[in-house]
């Protein structure tokens, strides 16, 4: 499964032709206009060339009479560049993008790095290969704190689900297995999923996926689920772990991810009392020590 980080590195071939193609255009335009400058940088090639020849033969006379003869074509160079008001760097390549400097990402005033707007493209494809192709409309910032009431307490659910992405645990002992039970229709999918394109954002490597899915996802996709920065698993359910081989699929999941201290986050309808004591014992007994990203039992 190809990361945002992939996908950007590639995206570079084509940043890069770009830039090269900006940068011929601009010479053919300076040289248009100001034939003479193209006359001295043609003279200037001439004398490097010659001058590398006479390195080679070790003649320091010549050598010493082509670094003369650069030195006073640079001047005529510099004198039309700055009485035509040329931009002294019309021959140099430049980044496309001045926001990330063709890097693909940006660093925020806090530290913060993400993905830089220049990469859209990417990133959105890395959505749609990371199991959210059927959420494009999905965002991160639609998501309402005051949806259903209770802004105060969907606020605090919303910073430990991003604190677990994090990998940053407000118990003593950190846990890597996360939690997050809540009624049908109180907008865990939306969470959930934006939770998983605000990792993407990041840079990291994050899939969401459907607990009853797991068993139909190919298995290098499933190799990669064991080592991705971050893992939602949507719509958990006791009895789906029962069935189909799911419990066995997420059981090898789990105890890889767990053992590198992966953050992994279980989504429900079901509160952790009821998933403990009727989901498959492998799962279950995981389950017992995982953290909640909501701290109510019953929700």
Known sequence: MKTIKDLISEGLTEVSATSDIIRE??????????PELKEIDSQILNVRN????????KDERLIRRFDIAEEELQTKRDRIIAVNKIDPEFDIAKPVCDKCNDTGFTEGADGTVKVCSC?????????????????????????????LGDPAGRKKIKNRFLKAMLGISD?????????????PQSGKT??????????????????????EDLPNLGTDTLEDLKRIDFLVIDDFADEVTLYNNVGSTLNNILEIRAASGLPTVLVSSFP??????????????KLSSAGL???KEGN
């Not at 010659?50 to 033969?57: C, E, M, Y």
């Not at 954002?201 to 607990?211: E, T």
Request: glycine content about 4%.
């Open 25 to 34: 255009r601009n010479v053919k335009r300076v040289y248009s206009e100001f």
């Open 50 to 57: 010659s001058r590398f020849i006479a390195v080679i033969d």
């Open 119 to 147: 990469r859209r493209k990417e990133l959105e494809m890395c959505y749609e290969i990371s199991g959210m192709a059927d959420y494009s409309s999905y965002r991160m910032k639609n998501y309402r704190d005051d949806y």
């Open 171 to 183: 118990n003593a002992d950190k846990t890597s297995l996360w939690l997050y039970s809540a009624a």
């Open 190 to 211: 939306f969470l959930s999923i934006g939770i998983c394109k605000t990792a993407i954002n990041l840079g990291k490597s994050a899939y969401y996926v459907k607990c």
């Open 272 to 285: 952790k009392n009821v998933l403990v004591s009727k989901c498959d014992m492998r799962i279950s007994g």
């Open 293 to 295: 990203i909501n701290t």
